[in-house]
């Protein structure tokens, strides 16, 4: 089967934020029936902190598809920033708007989502 350059690129991407929902939904799944509802709740949020961030990332990198290295890292920077003021203010979001939020789910669930997308890259 013949491979399109950039193709392969963003099965993996769509792998890596998959995957990060998929621990996001069992970490939640988990703190339901360990700790109740709002841990659950939390763990969610948690970890659609750690999954939007990385698509946030992922569809600002994806915009340079080829060109010198200059162009590539400013991109790389550029979605690091957004990936960065993103995450700050869903954070906010979240512990503005989520009275009942439980820190020990919601910090484990998006550090679960920050190993998976760590873990990828070694198997990518």
Do not use: C
């Not at 939020?101 to 669930?109: E, K």
């Amino acid at each position: 089967m013949p491979s399109f350059k950039g193709f392969d690129t963003i099965n993996a991407v769509a792998r890596i934020i998959l995957a990060q929902v998929f621990v996001t939904v069992v970490a939640a799944l988990v703190m339901w029936g360990v700790q109740g509802v709002a841990a659950a709740a939390s763990a969610f949020a948690g970890g659609a902190v750690g999954f939007l961030t990385g698509w946030v990332y992922a569809k600002k990198m994806s915009a340079p598809k080829e060109g010198e290295v200059k162009k590539i890292i400013r991109a790389h920077y550029s979605a690091e920033a957004y990936k960065l003021v993103f995450t700050m203010l869903l954070f906010s979001f979240v512990f503005t708007q989520f009275k009942e939020v439980q820190a020990m789910p919601l910090f484990a669930t998006y550090i679960a989502t920050l190993a998976v997308y760590w873990a990828a890259l070694i198997f990518v």
